[in-house]
């Protein structure tokens, strides 16, 4: 909150890129306390290498965590856009964010 306040960002309306969402709890965060941010998140919701072991109980747990980012975000989806995909693969397709 220092930040935001120091830059006075809580009156601002800015756009805002955030890549490596896993349940959104920083993405709520940021809406939440930003009400005229935009928000993209972007994320494969899959885990990373040391998440993908072949066990039945991890990939449970994965299948959950995009359902669980949906419903943390659910208040804001008129400020969020959801791309679900690599990071490579969201500048590929949309070259004018930055």
Sequence with gaps: MY???KYNLLSKKIN???IGIWEGL???FILHSLPNATLT???TWEGAEEH????A???DVLSNIEVSFDK???PFIDRLTKYKGTSFSFFNENPEKK
């Design 57 to 59: 109980t991890t990939e």
């Design 26 to 28: 920083s993405s709520y």
């Design 72 to 74: 943390n975000l659910s």
């Design 3 to 5: 930040a935001f306040n």
């Design 41 to 43: 998140c972007v994320d």
């Design 16 to 18: 805002i890129l955030e």
């Design 52 to 55: 993908k072991t072949g066990d």
